[in-house]
């Protein structure tokens, strides 16, 4: 039978050890033969032991446990509404230009042009286009396309966006 238990002696081992040792030799060069002496100072010893192995493994815990991360919790109770905000622009940051930049140029493209809002509800509902209604959608195709850019980078608001696409179509 093949035993592979070897006892070794560790840092776990080797303090209590050097402890011990420490406590029985200072108690015959100072305390001597006074069994009662003796006694006292050995509860004493076992009892500092005891509190200096105690904050040693408060100590060794926390700092195993302290960049832990221990199980998700249950979800928080939420948080109060925030302040609305401006339709179609994004104030916290500069360069994030307007939301939805395709749906307001193509709804005021439809405002001032209201022939091809046929043609744009043909398309949204996948109907053929004839060649006339193909060029006229081509075109408002186009022009959404050359504002996209410009829309995206834009942070002057809504309005004055909807004036310059007005002031576009002139």
Known sequence: MNNNYHFY????YILPLIYLIFVVVISQLFIG????????????????????Y?????IAYYVKLRNHKGLRGDRGDPGDMGSTGVDGTCIMSKGCGLLNCRKLISDELLKKYPDLVPINNKVENNIKLNPNEKRKYDMMSNYI??????????DEGVDKFRKLIAKTLK
């Open 9 to 12: 002696l560790d840092k776990n």
């Open 33 to 52: 033969p006074d069994r009662n002496a003796n006694m006292i100072y050995y509860m004493i010893m076992f009892l500092l032991y005891l509190s200096i």
């Open 54 to 58: 105690n904050i040693k493994t408060s």
């Open 145 to 154: 396309d050359i504002l996209l850019p410009q829309c995206k980078e834009y």
